[in-house]
Nanobody, 132 residues
Framework: QVQLVESGGGLVQPGGSLRLSCATS????????IGWFRQAPGKERDGVAC??????????ADSIQGRANISKAIAGNTVYVHLQMTALKPEDTGVYYC???????????????????????WGQGTQVTVSS
């Protein structure tokens, strides 16, 4: 399995912005989707946004719709999936994980498909804290 490495977390004030990055390398990711999931303290891990590399579709959770943009960038052998978040709220606090699944998982069930957990290759997570 390829390794996924998250970065960009930190402490930000309410209303602020943050960009998270997920770095992965290896074979072409045309047949995969990358998702960002959040686990708030004491709560389950929920999907925030996801992107499939082919055909390049994206999905957002209702809670972040309009306040986030997921995108990809390629630098050499490394593929980055960025999650730009704006107008952050305290309820956005949590550990953010990126996860890779076969693209059909996103196509079939979007962010709510439980196979993100059954089939996913997960990173270690990065902490985001929104607080004044």
């Amino acid at each position: 399995q390829v390794q996924l490495v998250e970065s960009g977390g930190g402490l930000v004030q309410p209303g602020g912005s943050l960009r998270l990055s997920c770095a992965t390398s290896g074979d072409t990711l045309d047949d995969y989707a990358i998702g960002w999931f959040r686990q708030a303290p004491g709560k389950e891990r929920d999907g925030v946004a996801c992107l499939s590399f082919r055909p390049g579709s994206v999905d957002y959770a209702d809670s972040i719709q309009g306040r986030a943009n997921i995108s990809k960038a390629i630098a050499g052998n490394t593929v980055y999936v960025h999650l730009q978040m704006t107008a952050l709220k305290p309820e956005d606090t949590g550990v953010y994980y990126c996860v890779e699944v076969p693209a059909w998982v996103q196509s079939v069930g979007g962010l709510d498909d439980k196979r993100w957990f059954d089939l996913g290759n997960w990173g270690q997570g990065t902490q985001v804290t929104v607080s004044s």
